[in-house]
């Protein structure tokens, strides 16, 4: 019919001469009009308000002179039907001459007729309506080009719109609400998509809903209306008969019962709109996590908004978050967002998903991870506590993952000649001398057994220079126990290597250019020896000798050729405690020397209480109060204390920069590291600690060691590591008859002059 109206106004028009024509409807309750149809068909849109019940020219001017860029010379208005107006325009004066009155009087019956043809068919459409009413079938029908819907009461009630007439986008919008809270909503919705990009499709459906209405029959056909095409739409229940569920019936029971078995929260919510934006959320299905999260029955949650149950909604942006994922469809992934309860005023963090499952609607579900959350932030607390540490030392502290730098501290820059940055994403393995590639491979594949690696090492600096360092390197493990990569620190030792190196050579070049001088040298040099050696003595004089009784213990102290820093001590301070340390000073020499005395002085002299020294963490705190490096020129000192409780067999024990206690088994099967991980006394003022505690098994004995007995220089130039210190003592232990002596023995037949370059202390604690 709508290809009949365009005919016959462009039949109208050209009999006229005319250059426009508008078909507009007036009410006598409303003051202006909308337009139904225009020739052309682009002059106005259909819906366009019109107020021109006036033809004259100036009334229409302002309405048409974007289209009619000469603008409107002259005007006329016919009435097709009480509702219907004509409007027929010329741009020039009218050609009064031109015009056959019989002609356009008969064009404009034509579409009077068209007028009451549209009016007998609303009303047969309104008889039909009241009929089904009566039958609980819902009717609405459309008329999409001039927005317009009749929908009876049952239609009315089903959709939570008015009945009577309605726009079509207004029901358009109830349409895709009420295929939102289907079952399958995308399914629902899919068929009115179809219906709306297909207008020929007939539709004949079924739409199940987890509440009332149930099962709901859904009948769509086109329907030609006057002016456009239309359609048709119906609506009735169509349930299966009871004690027959249908298998969309149970596969709903399933869906809702697997729904109930998540742990997590998990609910299915509409979009509010105020003026079409989303201003609340409103619960259509709950599972039973949902309701156990917000302590509330489904009842009371099942069309309640969120904001009753989630005050904070707002506030914490997740409601713009949820109504952008239903106005775009984009899924929401939140990890770790932080909530506050304005309620309980308690803080949460959760883990939330959200999706669009139809239009307006959004399944979501969430997840407390807190406890996660916090953990993670005491992690970061602690990395962050490390760092400083590191920072604020003089040695380089620096973390490898993957065999590449991952972290350094700023003290590199100072070592090595390069800012952090330089260095971090580097391979460790570039910094090595080339040489020394095959002792690298040797100590990384010891770390990767849990090794630890203590001594000297050269590596490369940004210049490309070789340095040697003094080194400590370990597995990192994270706060789980889980091995997260390695953790080093080192010092540059160059002056200390360069001085042993010029002091030779010097001695060699006195030699050979004065042999006088070099025999005074020598005298000079053997009454230095001959001081040195008496400072030995001393210091040898005051250490402990052999204990018996319920724990025997010996020792030995193999003085290097320079005096060094070692010092160790063992003694009951009570029946049931034995107290034992080992302390290595920082350096050579008598100043080392003294600062090594005046530790075990403190430590036997009652300078600590009792009770400090039966407790490791205190007694070491207090050392490195007593006994800072800018006290001591520049002198610190690394310890292992241990205190051993002879009614329990347990023993506490802390240590600060030294290589680990390590206990061997009765049956010579093995040997278990006691390791500590603080710096060394004197270095942080801050510095912590911590105590272990370690039940001795029946028949182990401990052995206690300065770094001096395994730093060794091989016959093949190569450094001693401390793991082949450590298997050398296994291998000791499985003889029933070994001692020190042979130990140290074996350990001399490995140093390439047959002594050692440092100090080398050994201390054996037999625990039947």
């Known amino acids: 019919m709508i290809e009949e109206l365009d005919a016959a106004l462009r039949r109208l028009l050209g009999d006229c001469a005319a250059d426009a024509a508008v078909v507009w409807v007036t009410r006598p309750d409303e003051q202006c009009g909308t337009v139904v149809r225009t020739c052309p068909a682009a002059l106005l849109a259909p819906d366009t308000s019109w107020t021109a019940d006036d033809p004259d020219p100036a009334a229409v001017t302002e309405s048409l002179r974007a289209v009619l860029p000469a603008g409107p010379a002259a005007a006329r208005a016919f009435t097709l039907s009480p509702t219907l107006r004509l409007l027929i325009v010329w741009r020039a004066p009218e050609p009064g001459a031109a015009r056959p009155e019989g002609r356009l009087l008969g064009e404009i019956g034509w579409l009077a007729q068209l007028m009451s043809a549209q009016h007998h068919e609303h009303d047969e459409m309104g008889r039909q309506a009241v009929l089904l009413d009566g039958l609980g079938v819902g009717l609405v029908s459309v008329a999409g080009a001039y927005d317009f819907a009749h929908v009876n009461d049952t ?20 349409l895709d609400r009420l295929a939102g809270r289907a079952v399958h909503p995308a399914e629902a919705l899919s068929d009115i998509t179809r219906v709306v990009a297909e207008p020929g499709t007939e539709l004949n459906t079924t739409w199940r809903f987890p509440d009332a209405p149930g099962a709901l029959g859904v009948v769509s056909n086109p329907a030609p209306h006057p002016w456009s095409a239309g359609r048709v739409w119906a609506f009735y229940e ?28 998990q609910v299915l ?28 029955p489904r009842e009371e949650l099942v069309d309640h908004s969120l904001t009753e149950t989630l005050p904070n909604l707002d506030e914490s942006g997740l409601l713009r978050i ?10 929401v992934v939140l990890d770790g967002f932080p909530y506050q309860n304005q309620v309980l005023g308690d803080l949460r963090y959760f883990d939330i998903r959200a999706a669009r499952a139809g239009r307006d609607f959004i399944s979501l579900t969430w997840r407390d991870v807190t406890e996660r959350s916090e953990l993670t932030r005491r992690i970061s607390l602690s990395e962050e506590r490390f760092r400083l540490l590191a920072e604020n030392m003089a040695d380089v502290v620096v973390r490898i993952r993957d065999g590449r730098i991952s972290w350094i501290s700023n003290s590199v820059e100072t070592a090595l000649g390069a800012p952090p940055y330089r260095w971090i994403g580097q391979p460790v393995a570039d910094f090595v001398i080339p040489e020394d590639l095959p002792d690298y491979r040797e100590m990384a ?22 340095h040697w360092i003094h080194l400590h390197v370990k597995l990192f493990h994270e706060a789980d126990g889980t091995p997260d990569g390695i953790v080093a620190s080192f010092r540059v030792i160059d002056r ?22 070099t025999r005074r040298l020598q005298d000079q040099s053997d009454r230095l020896m001959a001081e040195m050696n008496s400072a030995a003595r001393y210091v040898t004089s005051i250490l402990p000798g052999d204990l018996g009784g319920p724990v025997r213990v010996s020792s030995r102290y193999v003085p290097s050729r320079e005096l060094g820093g070692d010092i160790y001590d063992y003694r009951w301070v009570d029946d049931d405690h034995l107290i034992f340390y080992l302390v290595d000073v920082s350096g050579h020499g008598v100043e080392a020397a003294m600062v090594s005395v005046s530790v075990q002085n403190t430590l036997r002299c009652g300078t600590l209480s009792g009770e400090t020294l039966l407790h490791p963490d205190r007694t070491l705190s207090a050392l490195n109060r007593l006994f800072r490096m800018d006290d001591h020129d520049g002198n610190y000192f690394t310890i292992w204390y241990g205190v051993y409780q002879a009614s329990t067999r347990t023993l506490r024990y802390a240590g600060a920069g030294h290589p680990p206690a390590i206990v061997l088994a009765a049956d010579g099967s093995g040997c278990t590291p006691l390791r500590s991980d603080s710096i060394p006394i004197g270095i942080a003022t801050d510095a912590e600690f911590p105590a272990a505690t370690y039940r001795v098994p029946d028949g182990a004995e401990i052995v206690l060691y300065s770094d001096g007995a395994f730093e060794l220089t091989m016959p093949d130039g190569r450094q001693g590591t401390l793991e082949g210190f450590v298997d050398l003592c296994a291998q000791s232990a499985g003889s029933p008859d070994w001692n020190l002596d042979t130990l140290i023995g074996q350990l001399q037949n490995r140093s390439i002059s047959g002594l050692f370059d440092d100090d080398c202390t050994l201390v054996r604690l037999s625990l039947d």
Do not use: M, W
């Open 155 to 174: 239609a009315a009630k089903l959709l939570s719109i008015p009945p009577g007439s309605a726009s079509a986008t207004e029901f358009a919008a109830a």
């Open 238 to 265: 169509n349930a299966a008969p009871a004690g027959d569920p249908s298998e969309d019936t149970r596969a709903n029971a399933l869906i809702r019962a697997g729904s109930d078995a998540i742990l997590d929260p």
């Open 269 to 296: 919510v509409e979009a509010v709109r105020t003026d079409g934006r989303i201003a609340d959320l409103v619960y259509r299905d709950v599972n039973r996590a949902a309701c156990e999260h917000l302590g509330l």
């Open 322 to 331: 949820y109504a952008n994922c239903a106005d775009t469809g984009e899924p």
């Open 445 to 466: 594949s010891g770390l990767s057994r849990g090794q630890t690696h203590i001594g000297r090492f050269r590596v490369l600096a940004a210049d490309g220079l070789p």
């Open 496 to 517: 200390e290597v360069e001085a042993e190196h010029r002091a030779r050579e010097q001695i060699a070049l006195r030699d050979a250019q004065n042999r006088n001088l």
